[in-house]
Each structure stands twice: as structure tokens, then as C-alpha cells.
């Protein structure tokens, strides 16, 4: 399978509609992170690099994941070319996993009392909170990367159909617990509207919401079969 016009396979993952993908997905996650932090908060520049760039990559990996599990469902963009949307689909879920790694490479950088005091305590240990949150986000992490690897060209026949197709289920355990990581992580937060840079909700709080999406529709497709079922 290869463009009309060049000799560059059809199907490969980086192309313009994906490209495209990326740059509205990251780029609207990058411009919420810098006018939240940078321009209605009192976040410095020089944390940009990596505090900032955190939390932009960390909301659009759940954005990408939450697509890569929408299309076909409620994102109908790509119905007219099967194919395509294969191609857009696997990019979502590849793109959400790789920036998932990051964001925990970044955040891990970053962990320490002065940028999150209120996941420590007196004794610079973290408290439950910290804990509880980190522990959650590493196993989701790990649950993203099955879905990862099975999309490998040869793993849908070495695992054969329904193997597969419940690897690639996982992500929606991944998705559980990053719903988990972001409500230990930002519950009290989400709760003092008052203290919101410009009134803008924070990521956390963006992010779950996006989460869920995916979550509740497949709950709803899984009820609708199920009844179906029992109708018969
Ligand atoms: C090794 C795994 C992980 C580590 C170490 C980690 C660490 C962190 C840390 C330290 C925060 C900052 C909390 C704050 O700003 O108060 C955070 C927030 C967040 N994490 Fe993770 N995380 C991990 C996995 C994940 C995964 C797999 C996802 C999603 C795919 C994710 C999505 C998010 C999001 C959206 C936020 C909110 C960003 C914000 O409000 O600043 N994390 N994580």
C-alpha cells in the first residue's frame, strides 16, 4: 500500500492527517498549560522546560488515549476510509502511551518538596496522598503498554483474535486508574473553584473529565448488548 505520489506506505503512522492529530491535540493541550499557569497564574518562565511542558504532555496522553478509544464510536472523521482510521486509531493509542512515558520520565525529574510540598511530609517522605496517586499512575502506565505492544504488525496473528482484542482492552483498566491517579492527586483542588487560575478548571480536573468519556461510553455499549442479549 503506498501514496499515490510518493513511495512512502500509506498506513505508516506518521502522515499528514495524523500530523494533524498532533498538532491540534498537543498544541491546544500546550496553549491551555501556558495561559493557565503562565499568564493567569504566577507560574515563572523558566519552569516551562519542564514543569509547564508536564502537564501539557501529561493531558494530551490522555487525550490521544481517550481518541484513540472514541474513533469510530463518537469521532466519526475518518468513517469514510477505513483504512485511515485504522492508521489514526493505532496513532492515538501509540501517541497517548509515548506521552504518558514521558510525562512520568518528567515527573519524576521534578518530584520533590519544592515542586509539590503538599505530596510530603515533614520528613520529606510523601504522604498517603503522594503515594497513593504515584503507585496508581505507574500501574496504569503498565497497563497502557499492552495495548502498546499488541499493535505491533505481527501480534494480532501470534495472539490470535480474542487474545488481542482484550490486550488491547487494558487500556480502559489504564484509563480506570489514571482516573484514580488524577482524583487522589487533585480532588481538593477541583473543590476551591475560588483558587483557579483565572477561573480556568486545572488539568487534573480537565484530564478526568476527558477520562470518562471513553469509560461511560463503552459501559453504555457493553449494557446495549447485554440487553440485547436478553431481549432474544
Ligand atoms: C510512572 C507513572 C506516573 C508518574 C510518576 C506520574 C506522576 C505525576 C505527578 C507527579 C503529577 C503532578 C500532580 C500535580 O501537579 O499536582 C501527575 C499529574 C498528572 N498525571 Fe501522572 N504520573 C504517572 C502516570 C500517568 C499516566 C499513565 C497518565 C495518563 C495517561 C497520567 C496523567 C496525568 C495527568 C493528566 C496529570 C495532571 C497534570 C496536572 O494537573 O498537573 N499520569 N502525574
Not at 60 to 66: E, K, L, S, Y
Not at 77 to 86: E, K, N, S
Not at 147 to 161: D, E, F, I, Q, S
Not at 214 to 219: S, V
Request: one cysteine or more; charged letters at 15%; hydrophobic letters at 55%.
Amino acid at each position: 500500500m503506498t501514496d499515490e505520489h510518493s513511495k512512502l506506505p500509506a498506513n505508516r503512522l506518521w502522515q499528514p492527517t495524523t500530523a494533524k492529530w498532533f498538532a491540534v491535540v498537543f498544541g491546544a493541550s500546550l496553549a491551555y498549560a501556558i495561559v493557565r499557569y503562565h499568564f493567569a497564574g504566577n507560574v515563572f518562565w523558566r519552569h516551562f522546560p519542564l514543569f509547564i511542558l508536564n502537564k501539557a504532555t501529561s493531558l494530551a496522553a490522555v487525550i490521544f488515549v481517550a481518541c484513540s478509544y472514541l474513533i469510530g464510536k463518537i469521532i466519526h472523521w475518518h468513517d469514510d476510509d477505513r483504512a485511515l482510521r485504522l492508521v489514526v486509531i493505532k496513532f492515538c493509542g501509540l501517541m497517548g502511551f509515548f506521552l504518558a512515558a514521558v510525562h512520568a520520565f518528567f515527573s519524576l525529574a521534578l518530584l520533590s518538596p519544592a515542586y509539590y510540598a503538599k505530596y510530603f511530609d515533614d520528613g520529606g517522605r510523601f504522604n498517603l496522598q503522594g503515594e497513593l496517586a504515584l503507585a496508581v499512575g505507574v500501574i496504569a502506565l503498565f497497563f497502557l503498554l499492552s495495548p502498546a505492544v499488541t499493535t505491533l504488525p505481527m501480534m494480532p496473528k501470534a495472539l490470535g483474535g480474542w487474545r488481542w482484542k482484550r490486550s488491547q482492552r487494558t487500556g480502559y483498566v489504564a484509563l480506570v486508574l489514571v482516573v484514580v491517579h488524577l482524583v487522589v492527586f487533585g480532588w481538593k483542588g477541583w473543590l476551591a473553584p475560588q483558587g483557579w487560575h483565572g477561573g480556568l478548571p486545572p488539568i487534573s480536573l480537565v484530564a478526568v473529565l476527558v477520562a470518562l468519556v471513553p469509560l461511560l461510553i463503552k459501559r453504555k455499549l457493553v449494557r446495549d448488548k447485554e440487553k440485547a442479549r436478553s431481549s432474544q
